[in-house]
């Protein structure tokens, strides 16, 4: 059984940083592709970063380019997503996705895909 656990959530000022932590069982992490996708409030839900297991490839959406890093902690089997300059726009719960589809200019979840449970980030002074 697939099971995934989305941390590292919180309070920070505009400008502040942050590292989600997703800890993957059930699956190694050269067999899937791990995504964060996040939900704000009234708004689309929104695939923000992605890491390919096979190819070690990364993906960010365009609203975090250049200022969020996915990468993987293999004895751990952790994915973590770093986030910097972090604005309110980024206010949203995050989520942590197995089986995604990463693509240069899509990032989401499938069908068959497995969710952390969220960890809310909230950016605001």
């Known amino acids: 059984e697939v099971q995934l656990q989305a941390s590292g959530g919180g309070l920070v000022q505009p400008g502040g940083s942050l590292r989600l932590s997703c800890a993957v069982s059930?699956?190694?992490?050269?067999?899937?592709?791990i995504a964060w996708v996040r939900q704000a409030p009234g708004k689309k839900r929104e695939g923000v970063s992605c890491l390919s297991g096979r190819d070690g490839r990364t993906f960010y959406a365009d609203s975090v380019k250049n200022r969020a890093t996915i990468y993987r902690d293999d004895s751990r089997t952790t994915v973590y997503l770093q986030m910097n300059s972090l604005k309110p726009e980024d206010t949203a719960v995050y989520y942590c996705?197995?089986?995604?589809?990463?693509?240069?200019?899509?990032?989401?979840?499938?069908?068959?895909?497995?969710w952390g449970q969220g960890t809310l980030v909230t950016v605001s002074s």
């Open positions: 996705v197995s089986d995604a589809l990463c693509l240069v200019d899509r990032i989401m979840a499938l069908v068959g895909s497995e």
């Open positions: 059930g699956i190694t992490l050269d067999d899937t592709a």
